[in-house]
């Protein structure tokens, strides 16, 4: 068997699913899975969202090592669900190299989106994020222009410019010289909540949440990253608001209130929920699962909140339901837990507080800052506890159940010394 050649494939696999949005410590787990299916001796997989590194030590005793850079992340829930049936695939069959390149071509290879997904998506996600933060109708009419635009220009800008502070200020500020013009000319009085909602399309808040998760489980370097990341693409659309407002001498924010009506907060949730599916590239019947997760996690945050007021243990419920929730819907359609998640747990997401934290800072506001910041460490912490919850009580019922829930460096070493 050509060793090296299998190598060079896996990784080629593992590297795809990084790229389309695998978590770093699952796509550990398939990594480990292939190279076990192929016989390898000892193996050591290394992995955080800018880097790959895999040594292998084949039967014959040849030691191999491969290392991908990865410059950039484009998540396409789609791609990675098929990649994660392709390593599923590949444990059950352990395919040659040639047989496993031509079906990691299939995969690569399967048709996107249609040209007009992405401006849907754009207008369900901003608008429907827009009308939960408190706009009316007049308001919701400039998010569907200013989404519009933000897919447009945003699909040309992202082929040219990699830097996400750039990215980010350069449409947050064309966004908010148009609304502001628009709300001079009388159409939407509030301009601050249309930003917002608009936001949600720029932001990684939910970045910010997995990089404390993954702080939480000792991952540094990752949890870092991802932080900073966050921090960074923040950065840049507070300095693209703040740039926007001194040329155009708009009134500064007002901050946004959460919808009053209830059944406005659940439909409009729901509604950017299954937009920001469409944004991530989910297809067919998980774009409704989607939708459907984002509806009953909003109701539980809702419903604790009005029994007990506190920010923490809402989010925290919401957070645990939304995660188990994810996991028995990946059992059930054999996909990876991040598709089921991602675009369900965005009610919860402080996206809204990070860029105010951003905002405090551009302006020098320390007090805007601290709020903002305290409350964004709450949530982030609350939805990350609740993820973790899940994952400790997954571990323990796949344990009682005799099955492998998570392969990682230790699961390699047992087996070694088993042998």
């Known amino acids: 068997m050509k060793y090296d050649k299998i190598l060079q494939g896996i990784l080629d696999i593992g590297e795809a699913m990084l790229k389309s949005g695998a978590e770093n410590f699952r796509l550990e787990d398939s990594m480990y899975r292939m190279l076990k299916s192929y016989g390898f001796v000892r193996y050591d997989v290394f992995v955080i969202p800018s880097n790959m590194q895999v040594t292998v030590e084949t039967p014959d005793g040849e030691i191999?090592?491969?290392?991908?850079?990865?410059?950039?992340?484009?998540?396409?829930?789609?791609?990675?669900d098929y990649l994660n049936n392709l390593s599923r695939y590949v444990c059950a069959n352990t395919p040659d190299f040639d047989e496993l390149r031509e079906k990691y071509?299939?995969?690569?290879?399967?048709?996107?989106?249609?040209?007009?997904?992405?401006?849907?998506?754009?207008?369900?996600?901003g608008t429907g994020f827009a009308v939960f933060f408190g706009c009316g109708f007049l308001d919701a009419v400039v998010a569907v222009i200013v989404s519009f635009l933000i897919v447009a220009v945003g699909g040309w800008l992202g082929k040219r410019e990699k830097n996400i502070f750039v990215y980010n200020l350069i449409l947050a500020f064309i966004s908010e010289v148009i609304i502001v013009e628009m709300v001079r000319n009388g159409i939407g009085s509030h301009p601050g909540r249309i930003m917002i909602g608009i936001v949600m399309l720029l932001i990684s808040a939910l970045a910010t949440t997995n990089g404390i998760r993954d702080l939480l489980q000792k991952d540094f370097i990752s949890g870092f990253y991802n932080i900073m990341n966050s921090v960074l693409g923040a950065s840049g659309i507070a300095a693209g608001i703040v740039l926007a407002m001194k040329l155009t001498h708009g009134a500064p924010s007002e901050g946004f209130i959460i919808s009053h009506s209830i059944i406005v907060q659940l439909i409009s949730c729901t509604i950017a929920c299954v937009g920001f599916a469409y944004w991530f590239q989910i297809r067919g019947v998980q774009v409704i699962y989607s939708g459907v997760g984002a509806f009953f996690t909003w109701a539980i945050y809702a419903g604790v909140y009005e029994i007990y007021p506190?920010?923490?243990?809402?989010?925290?419920?919401?957070?645990?339901?939304?995660?188990?929730?994810?996991?028995?819907?990946?059992?059930?359609?054999?996909?990876?837990?991040?598709?089921?998640?991602?675009?369900?747990?965005?009610?919860?997401?402080?996206?809204?507080?990070?860029?105010?934290?951003?905002?405090?800072?551009?302006?020098?506001?320390?007090?805007?800052?601290?709020?903002?910041?305290?409350?964004?460490?709450?949530?982030?912490?609350?939805?990350?506890?609740?993820?973790?919850i899940v994952d400790v009580v997954?571990?323990?019922?796949?344990?009682?159940?005799?099955?492998?829930?998570?392969?990682?460096?230790s699961t390699v070493l047992r087996d070694i010394m088993k042998k």
Not at 105 to 125: C, D, S
Not at 397 to 409: A, C, P, Q, R, V
């Open 310 to 388: 506190s920010n923490f243990v809402a989010t925290l419920m919401g957070a645990t339901f939304v995660a188990m929730y994810a996991f028995v819907m990946s059992r059930i359609n054999k996909a990876p837990s991040t598709i089921f998640l991602t675009a369900s747990v965005f009610p919860l997401i402080p996206g809204p507080n990070l860029y105010y934290m951003m905002q405090g800072y551009v302006d020098q506001d320390m007090s805007l800052l601290m709020g903002e910041a305290k409350v964004l460490l709450e949530t982030c912490l609350a939805i990350a506890f609740g993820f973790i």
């Open 105 to 125: 071509e299939e995969v690569m290879n399967r048709p996107g989106q249609r040209p007009w997904t992405p401006y849907f998506a754009g207008i369900m996600g």
């Open 394 to 409: 997954s571990r323990t019922f796949m344990g009682i159940k005799k099955e492998s829930y998570h392969i990682s460096k």
């Open 64 to 80: 191999l090592t491969q290392i991908r850079h990865i410059e950039h992340l484009e998540t396409n829930f789609d791609r990675l």
